[in-house]
């Protein structure tokens, strides 16, 4: 999963550029179309990206192979719809079944990258479209390589919201990464998502 930033709350000397090329002046995700999905795939992923409903229509049409082909550094079209933050291709791409437990390289899940970029829109509809409590249970619990829950995500990225709905909706605050990391040691100091988090476990 491409998530803008650091890992684990840290950055380096060297990041200041690797994050600039995910943001547009005004601060908002710009794509990165530089990464060439495979030919037969490329206007599935600059649909997605782009956010553009009606071009991701078109190509899944023309599309022979599954929905949840990676198309782009393991993301699927619902990683790559969820990361930039992109609800109505989210929408299309649930209605047209697309793996909500789907994993990418780094083995996240579409709800890892909402929940990265606070997207709390496209994270209360996945769990409207889970259709069981088994199944949302199993995205809350879900763990990237680096041992991050979702929430792990949203607290790094102080997403008070999407904290407030992952927790109402049954996340565990006291998962550590492998870092040992809970995710209220994520989110700095005086954040409301820090001060969300430490009335659920105190450090």
Known sequence: MAVPG?????????????????FGDDGD???DLDRDAPAHLRALADAAQRG???ALRIALDGHSGSIDDPVEDGD?????????GHLP????????????ESKDEEGAIPLHDACAGGFTEIVQLIFDLA?????????????????DTPLHHAARGEHSNVVQLLLATGACPKKTNIYG?????????????????LLETPL
């Open 89 to 100: 291709c989210v929408e299309l791409l649930l209605q047209r079944g697309a793996n909500l």
């Open 131 to 147: 259709g069981n409590p088994d199944l949302v249970k199993r995205m809350l619990d879900a763990v990237d390589a680096e041992g």
């Open 29 to 31: 995700v710009l794509p």
């Open 181 to 197: 990391k809970v995710p209220a040691e994520l989110a700095d100091p005086g954040t409301e998502a820090r001060d969300i988090l």
């Open 6 to 22: 650091g890992r684990n709350g840290m950055t380096g000397d060297d990041d200041g550029d690797e994050v600039a090329e995910f």
């Open 52 to 54: 553009d409903v009606e």
């Open 76 to 84: 699927t079209l619902l990683h790559l719809s969820c990361l930039y």
